[in-house]
DNA sequence: CCAATTACCTACTGTGTCAATAGGTTATAA
DNA sequence: TTATAACCTATTGACACAGTAGGTAATTGG
C-alpha cells in the first residue's frame, strides 16, 4: 500500500505544478487547496527537501517551488525518496543482508517479477503526465497514452 | 509490501503440493521443512481452511491437505484472502465509501492502472506455476515461462 | 480402550509504523 | 519591527505485524 506520505508528496508536485506563478508558494495555500492538515505536510515538504525534489525559503513572501521541470520529477523516484523501496518483500529490499534460502527458494522469481513490473511502471511515469495541462506543452515525449 | 501471512501460505501450498503422498500431513513437519515457528503457522493455516483453501483432519493421522489441483490455486485469491485487498491506496480498496475527491483526482487513474496491472499479474499465477515438478505432469497449459 | 497425536481455540504481548498534533525557534521581507 | 513563513523536536493514539502461551476437542495407532 502507497501511504499518505507518498501520495501527499505526489499531490504536493502536482499543486505546485499547475499553480506555478514564478514566486514561491507558501505551505499554508498547498494544504488549504489539498485540504491536508498543514502541520503534517510540514513533514511530508521538509524530507522532499532534504531529498533535493523541492527548494524553500523562509520568512515573508516565501514558500516552496519546484526545482526541476515537472518533466524531470519520476514518479517511482519521488515514491521511493518518501517511503522507501517498492520491493514487495523484505528480501528483496535490503540487499545488505540477503535471505539465506533465496539461493533455491521457489517463491522469490515471483516477487522479483512482480518487483520489475513495479518498479518499470512507476519509473516510466513523470510529473508532467499527471498533469491536467500538460508541463512544457510540445515538449513532451509520451503525449498520447490512453 | 506482502507480509509473512500471504508468504507464508503460499509457502505451505508449495509443501502440501511437493509432498502429497495420499495422506493428511501435520503442520508439525511442515512448520519443520519450512523452518516457520508452528504456532504462528497454527493461525495462518486455520485462515487458510476458513477461505477454502485447505482441509484440515484432528487425530492422529491427522494433519492438512489440498482441496484442489495445484492448476486450480490463483495466486492473487490466495493473497487476498490472507491479507485483503490487493489495492495500492485505500480509495480503490474499498469501493463502501468512496472518497469524495475521486471524481477530478488527478491522481487516481495512476493508482488504478498500478491496480489492475497488480490484480492481472498474480491472478495470472498459479501454484503449479510454483512448483520443480508442475502439478499433474501434461496437463500444465502454460508450460514455458522464462 | 486409552494415550499419544493432531487440529482447533482464545487471549496476550512487544515492536513498529502511520497519521497526525503541539509548541517552539529561526529566517526574511513588506 | 512585526507579521509571515519555513524549520525543528517531541509526543500521541490507533493499528497492524509477528509472533507466544496455554488450553480444549477430536481421532486413531498400539
Redesign the pocket.
Known sequence: MI???GRYAIRVLIDLAEHDNGRA????DIAARQD??K??L??I??DM?AGGLLT?????????RLCRSPRDYVIGEVIELM?GPLAPVACLADCDNPCPRAADCVTLPLWSEYDRLTHDFFYSKRLSDLLRRNGEPGQSVNKAVE
Request: proline share 4%; net charge positive.
Open positions: 501511504s499518505t506520505r508558494i507558501p505551505l499554508k491536508i492538515s502541520k503534517y510540514e513533514i515538504v521538509k527537501v524553500g525559503t523562509s520568512g515573508r513572501g516565501g514558500g516552496y517511503e
